[in-house]
């Protein structure tokens, strides 16, 4: 029997427990209710409890309240995706209960646990029962009751890991969505083997062995090198304030559109902005001025930009040591794919972090990222609803001012790269923004990576998915008649703006037929189509 851990015992229990989770992170990865490319929960929580280990493995800790306080560090700048930064949270919670103890007892860690659950709670703004929240929850409880009987730490963890295991198997009867693909919630089985590993060691003395994973293993974070070669010479902004507020900017892009690439027009009611890569900025101009008064206009040379920053910076110095001196606001955007990061580039966006479906970053990469822009005011535009609560950790860890857009796409991040404005405060750009994400619509067509039923639609292995705000709404064989029942299921009366990005497996051809497709269907409609490079994905598609 076992009354107490010291340090060197409550370090080898988290290592225990982390490589438990590690080596069935496949399998909670597999435990996606959506059958799309996107189950990445066991990724996200191995790669988040591997930064605790790491540090676990690297230090020296004299106290129990040392180990706990660096798991929480560790994993809080680790975390990945809202299944990281949750278990972040708890673990935070832990540590808050053991601080000042050099060693820990039976009512230590049942205490502890309970407060790492009350902290991932607070964490999450609409907590959803039927989760990891609801597995760790019940286990707490459960640790708490048992301490009515016994002080020996394996009996106290037995009962918390039972409890927990007969949680997560009642959670398809909290989450129907759950029973229809007939799995248990992915994050409370990561919870679930976690305190499985920390039995195993109190149980045999022996750490659980990690049977697969690098700890060094990390996504590449970082901006990427924009391509020598720049086709169409001038970077051209500038906004159009509308004589006519009625009159439509339909005529004016297709005018345009052949005179450049990287488009981008967004008509407001009053204004347009624009933006275009051009080798002709007088002609873009004087199409504009046909539809009012041009303001904030900004006319860059980027092949003599490029030509400078090459010669100015050292071979071997990073970026940030090169970049522009120190200006009012700031950008930090989430993006997978050459074409998707050019585009940010182009809009500028000073870092891009490579991240998306299946490849969350870590708290830690968007913190880097936010350090290296020369700013202090940094917008961070995270792009997928499950990067922004680790986007969200960087606000209390930087000291510069990070305002962070719940942009859960790439086309809303756009959308709020758009609606800033540079002779505006903060406060103002960042309602600004948010106002203007919400004016859109996003969807997406991808692979479905499993056969299964949801919401009453037969799905195989293989079929095309189409996405609206999150749910499928079209089942297919060929991407691009999937990507036009897409725009059809967005689109309103009033939409103005169809924007379509096409990922790296999607010939340029085929993108063009898909794009005629949605002009026939949509003629009042202004089509634009950009080459995004972006993985699993077909297309990623916004309506406004």
Known sequence: MAFTLDAAGLRQMYISAN????NQKEILNELNVFPVPDGDTGSNMSMTVLAATRELMEGRFATCEAVALAVARSSLRGARGNSGVILSQFFRGIAKRLAGCELVDATDIAEAFTEGVENAY???????EGTMLTVARDGAKAGMQALEETGDLTELLRAVTTAAQHSLDRTPDILPQLKAAGVVDSGGQGVVYLLEGALSFAETGEVVPLREGDLKASIPAGAQAAEAD?????CTEFIIQKDNP???SKLFTQNIQKKGDSMVVVDDGEIIKVHIHTNNPGAVIERALKLGQLINIKVDNMKYQHTELSAKAPKDAPASESAASEKPFGFVAVAAGDGLRQIFSDMGVDEVVEGGQTMNP???DILEAVERVPSETVFVLPNNKNIVMAAKQCVDLSKKAVHVIATRSVPAGISAVLAFDPQKGAAENEAAMEKA???????????????TTVDGKQIKKGDILGMAEGKIVQVGSEPGTVLTDVVSAMAKDDSEIISVFYGEDVPAEEAALAEES??????DCDVLLHRGGQPLYHYIVSVE
């Open 19 to 22: 490589n438990r989770l590690c």
């Open 246 to 248: 009625a009159a439509s």
């Open 518 to 523: 949605i002009e026939e269907k949509f003629p």
């Open 230 to 234: 720049i086709p169409f010479q001038y």
């Open 122 to 128: 607070r964490a999450v703004m609409k907590p959803t």
């Open 437 to 451: 994400v919400g004016r859109l619509h996003a969807g997406s067509v991808t692979y479905a990576v499993r056969d």
């Open 362 to 364: 870590s708290t830690e």
